[in-house]
Structure formats: C-alpha cells, structure tokens
T-cell receptor, first 112, second 113 residues
Framework: GAVVSQHPSWVICKSGTSVKIECRSL??????MFWYRQFPKQSLMLMAT?????????EQGVEKDKFLINHASLTLSTLTVTSAHPEDSSFYIC????????FGQGTRLTVV | GNSVTQMEGPVTLSEEAFLTINCTYT??????LFWYVQYPGEGLQLLLK?????DKGSNKGFEATYRKETTSFHLEKGSVQVSDSAVYFC????????????FGKGTLLTVNP
C-alpha cells in the first residue's frame, strides 16, 4: 500500500535553532499533505495543509512565520520549525489524502 | 467545530478479554467516523471507518458502529491479543468536502499475556 515516510523520527535541538521535518510519499503523488501536532496526552491537532505549487493553508492560531511549510514537489512536503523554543517540543505528524488514510511515522521534537 | 470525547486510558486487559473503548463526538453535518491505531514506535494507521449512520466498520477483529442517535462510535473487540497493545484514536471528520479530522486524545491499551 501507499506509504508516507517521515524523517527524522526524533530530533533534539537547541533553543533558537531551526528544524526541518520531511514527509515523502513513496509510491504515489501527494498534491496535498496535512500536518498535525500532538502534545503529550492530548489530541492531534491539524496545523496546516500544504499544497503542491501553492501556499499552505494554516489553521487558526498557528503562526505561519514560525512553522514554514513547503510543498516543492508531488512527493515531498516539509515543515520547518523556525527559532524553536521549548514550548515547541511536541510530536509532529504528516498525513496524505484521502484525509487520514496515510500517516507518516511522526517526529518527536525536543527543544532544550 | 467538531469535538471528540474518548475514553481515558490507560486500559490494561488480559489476553482474550473483551475490549470496549468509548467514543462520542459532536459535529455539524454528516461526518465520517474513523478509528486509528498507533503501535509503539510507529505512525498512525487507519483501523476502520464508517461513513453513514448505522454503518459498521470492521478490521482485524475490531468493530465500531456509527450511532447517529447517540453520536457514538465505540470500538470493540471480542478477544484481544498482546499484539493489539497500542494507542487508539477516535476521529470524526467534517462532513461534505471539508475533510478536516478532529482526533480524540487517544487511549493506550496494554494487553498482558
């Protein structure tokens, strides 16, 4: 079946640095990718929807300048957490349509 | 917007026990309903779904019935196995062409031999 590969699976970074998370669709083309965030013991919350060749659509309350999303090709979407702070520590996961059908493995980000 | 109330975990069962994980939702329109499973160290996988009232989704021995009158989508399995140990998420999506998913908090299930 279709696979979404997310990398890295975990990352530790220092405050103020930026971290890039990649999601690749391995055997299909994904014109859209959903990015979710999950705090410990909480739900997954949709952050934004990336669209190949156009700007991402962000959910209310999500800072566009902090969470940069790029969908440069039909098989790659990236999320960059810029100037990361400890409160950005979370689990980030991508998903390709149909909605919720194919999820990446998730990335555990810890900002120290 | 949508909201989901999912049974708090963790849930610990012995092998072959009966499992129920409750899920109720509020949603506008006519959502589709999903259960996802996350095995240790892995991403989310779609477990089952139901797209309209009274539909029953089933997979790997798990079942859930779309109950519109009680706005519920409880997950059940008659006889759990150790390999079912995972986190389970209930998620309705928005109806129509808006496919935004709203996830429950997740329920950690541990099955002991």
């Amino acid at each position: 079946g279709a696979v979404v590969s997310q990398h890295p699976s975990w990352v530790i970074c220092k405050s103020g640095t930026s971290v890039k998370i990649e999601c690749r669709s391995l055997d299909f083309q994904a014109t859209t990718m959903f990015w979710y965030r999950q705090f410990p013991k909480q739900s997954l919350m949709l952050m934004a929807t990336s669209n190949e060749g156009s700007k991402a659509t962000y959910e209310q309350g999500v800072e566009k300048d902090k969470f940069l999303i790029n969908h440069a090709s039909l098989t790659l979407s990236t999320l960059t957490v810029t100037s990361a702070h400890p409160e950005d520590s979370s689990f980030y996961i991508c998903s390709a349509p149909p909605p919720g059908a194919f999820f990446g493995q998730g990335t555990r980000l810890t900002v120290v | 917007g949508n909201s989901v109330t999912q049974m708090e975990g963790p849930v610990t069962l012995s092998e072959e026990a009966f499992l129920t994980i409750n899920c109720t939702y509020t949603a506008t329109g006519y959502p589709s309903l999903f259960w996802y499973v996350q095995y240790p160290g892995e991403g989310l996988q779609l477990l089952l779904k139901a797209t309209k009232a009274d539909d029953k989704g089933s997979n790997k021995g798990f079942e859930a019935t779309y109950r519109k009158e009680t706005t519920s989508f409880h997950l059940e399995k008659g006889s759990v196995q150790v390999s079912d140990s995972a986190v389970y998420f209930c998620a309705p999506n928005s109806g129509g062409s808006n496919y935004k998913l709203t996830f429950g908090k997740g329920t950690l299930l541990t099955v002991n031999p």
